[in-house]
């Protein structure tokens, strides 16, 4: 069936996009197409904006529309504790748990020897930089408790055992509704070696 | 009556890649059937049944239900988490340096029982080791065994004349050892001195037990790792990738003392 060439576009353009298929990508299309035309607008200059506003902050790496970021910049925050995380993404959910003041440092990624990807490629100098100020005094490593993860977090912890900052680990054990009888060796032998007073 | 729906399996994890937000996919080296494939749907949700069970690293048991493409795990319990490789760096990258050589030399469905036992036990080893340099050798020798490549020490593998103890080569593309005179007609052979050639014959027939007993200089383990590793790099036609990382934290002085001496 022959389509004309700005739907033919569309389409092509948004099967290229994780997740949606060449149907996904058409049944999007027509809606957008079905739409009122300022609903249309919004996407392009949201999708437009992306590209052209968001940038990596230059001091800890998280996506943001101004340099610094606005919690590198907030005075109100806690600039000794930075909280290492591997993803820009990682920031929200941590940020709604309302309990951390503290800064960030974004790696963008984790150490992962079958990729091929070790700390050059991440912004480990980075962080290393920011702490040789003296002005930090905690590092939370908050990378996920997995095998990359865990890998991750002990270069980092062995990278900065010489500035003698104290290096923090997020808890790792039984999540919120877990059933003890399904969790595996590995959480349950945290869960029992970092058990607290009740 | 057709294959049963559901079985289980011994599995060591040796790859995971994420689709979707929650779900992996697992690559899993098993003794009856080899290397497979298969889902772990939910995987990556806090609090997910099969979490820990189904991390590269670990060896558990798994329940598995055929699927179209590939098989689902529907239960996991953990076998052996091997604590001590997770929760050192130096022994970690050696681990995973491991599983990728397995997972770069196998194919799908097809059993080797003894390199399961191989692999199972090299973790075991690496776990217990202060010097993982030669659980890796003995592995990668042992490795090639399993898989048919095993290379031949004992003779010149070009004019089959007996070696002498001066200076030889090893013939990647040949498979073995070439003799002093052969040696230096291949531009692409690497020269291994008798001490090295003496340890990888020894390592070749011997158990894990009586290898771990042999204590080598720094330059002939980094002789024995250029040589295997080249093989290595030949039979793969690549690099392995988890080499750079060895390398570079053996450069670094974060590996507290482990590594070559």
């Known amino acids: ?80 504790k930075i909280c290492v995380v591997e993803r820009p993404s990682d ?13 960030y440092h974004v790696l963008h990624g984790t150490i992962s020897p079958a990729q091929g990807i070790g700390s050059r490629e991440l912004k480990m100098k980075e962080l290393l930089l920011r702490l040789q100020d003296g002005q930090v005094t905690e590092v939370i490593l908050a990378t996920n408790p997995n095998v990359e993860g865990e890998a991750t977090a002990m270069y980092l912890r062995q990278m900065i055992q010489p500035l003698e900052i104290r290096v923090s680990r997020l808890a790792r054990g039984l999540p919120f509704g877990a059933d003890l009888e399904y969790a595996d060796a590995m959480t349950l032998r945290q869960a029992i070696e970092d058990r607290q007073e009740f | 009556m057709g294959a049963p729906r559901n079985y289980q399996a011994h599995a060591v994890v040796i790859k995971e890649t994420r689709i979707g937000e929650v779900d992996k996919i697992l690559t899993i080296y098993t003794p009856e059937l080899g290397k497979l494939k298969a889902v772990a749907r939910g995987a990556c949700r806090p609090g997910s049944k099969l979490g820990g069970n189904v991390e590269p690293l670990t060896y558990s048991l798994l329940m ?77 020798l042992h490795l090639l065994d399993c898989l048919g490549y095993r290379p031949q020490l004992q003779r010149c593998v070009i004019c089959n004349s007996p070696i002498k103890p001066v200076v030889n080569f090893f013939g990647f593309g040949q498979g073995g050892i070439l003799c002093s005179n052969c040696g230096q007609e291949d531009p692409a052979a690497h020269s291994i001195s008798v001490e090295v050639l003496k340890v990888l014959r020894l390592w070749q027939r011997c158990d894990y037990a009586t290898a771990r007993r042999v204590v080598l200089k720094s330059e002939l383990a980094l002789e024995l790792e250029q040589v295997m590793q080249g093989y290595i790099k030949y039979l793969l036609q690549r690099e392995v990738k988890s080499i750079a990382w060895l390398d570079e934290l053996r450069k670094t002085q974060f590996d507290n003392g482990h590594g070559r001496n």
């Open chain 1, 1 to 80: 069936m022959a389509t004309t060439e700005p739907v033919a576009k569309l389409v092509e353009a948004f099967s290229k996009l994780p997740g949606i298929g060449p149907k996904g990508a058409q049944r999007l299309t027509y809606y957008l197409l079905r739409s009122p035309v300022e609903e249309a607008r919004a996407l392009a200059e949201a999708v437009l904006a992306l590209r052209e506003k968001i940038r990596l902050c230059s001091v800890c790496f998280n996506i943001t529309d101004c340099d610094p970021c606005l919690i590198c910049q907030d005075k109100e925050r806690d600039h000794s």
């Open chain 1, 91 to 103: 920031i929200p959910p941590l940020e709604q748990t309302g309990k951390y003041s503290g800064v």
């Open chain 2, 64 to 140: 598995l239900a055929k699927g179209r493409n590939l098989d689902i795990v529907t239960q996991s319990q953990t076998a052996d988490a091997f604590p001590a490789l997770k929760s050192d760096l130096w022994r970690m990258a050696c681990g995973l340096y491991i599983l990728e050589l397995v997972d770069s030399f196998t194919v799908e469905n097809n059993e080797n029982r003894p390199l399961f036992d191989l692999l199972l036990n090299s973790l075991n080893w690496l776990c217990q080791s202060d010097n993982n340099e030669t659980v890796l050798r003995y592995f990668e």
